[in-house]
């Protein structure tokens, strides 16, 4: 019998998981509970740390009453800094509802809703542009240049996240891309199954590089087969216009 395709594989884990144990905490604001009846408090800043995986570091805040928690570190933000939580003054690495920040402030770690700890523009380099305070809600323009309508106690930090340009720098080597991949349990180097023989994947064999049977699979299909477009809606030229459509 030969060896199971690589698809069917990744099914069971193993080498393909990703060495969460080594990382270093979840990154959250405190939750409403821990504030309590409290509506600002003082943390510093007393470490700055690396998370393996990720692409900027981690600033340890310690509050008044001992709690601690990361977040993602803004840029200019330093050890022993002293970082206002709820407060209405507009400084880097302060923490505040968006409700409270003016217009035109470039913010980063916001949360989608009150209290869920923070959940949009995150990654390295990545801000929310906060435009403008309406009836509905506090208009925010996110990364990806789209505009939402968040709840006015949505907290936010202002600032941008460290590490931007990271992208930029070429790997040169694939043995650092291939490090980066596994520290985040992702599978690379993808090859296409058409470059495979036909023990290793459906696509796979004949001599012109063609799949030779169709690429759309049922969503019930068994794991050995399972490959190509899963349980595929549409594809084609028309598939490829409505996902344009959809972007714009």
């Not at 700055?48 to 990361?70: C, I």
């Not at 599978?187 to 459906?202: C, E, F, I, L």
């Amino acid at each position: 019998m030969g060896k199971r395709i690589l698809v069917r594989r990744r099914g069971r884990g193993g080498i393909f998981q990703a060495p969460t144990h080594r990382r270093v905490s979840e990154v959250s604001y405190p939750s409403l509970s821990e504030m309590g009846e409290k509506r600002s408090f003082n943390a510093i800043v007393t470490d700055l740390v690396h998370d393996p995986g990720r692409g900027t570091p981690l600033a340890l805040l310690s509050l008044e009453n001992g709690k601690e928690f990361y977040v993602p570190a803004p840029e200019g933000l330093s050890l022993k800094q002293t970082v206002s939580i709820g407060d209405s003054t507009v400084t880097t690495g302060n923490i505040l509802p968006i409700g409270m920040i003016p217009e035109g402030t470039i913010i980063c770690n916001v949360e989608c809703r009150p209290g869920d700890g923070a959940k949009i523009a995150r990654s390295s380099g990545t801000y929310v542009t906060l435009v403008a305070h309406t009836p509905r809600g506090t208009e925010v323009r996110l990364p990806s240049r789209r505009s939402v309508y968040l709840n006015n106690n949505c907290r936010a930090m202002i600032g941008v996240i460290a590490g931007g340009g990271r992208v930029d720098k070429p790997f040169l080597k694939a043995g650092t891309k291939s490090k980066l991949m596994k520290i985040r349990g992702r599978h690379w180097p993808k090859v296409k199954g058409t470059s495979m023989v036909s023990a290793s994947h459906p696509h796979g064999g004949g001599r012109h590089r063609h799949e030779g049977k169709p690429t759309t699979v049922s969503r019930d299909t068994p794991p050995g087969r399972k490959v190509g477009l899963i349980a595929a809606r549409q594809t084609g030229r028309a598939s490829r216009i409505r996902r344009a459509r959809d972007r714009q």
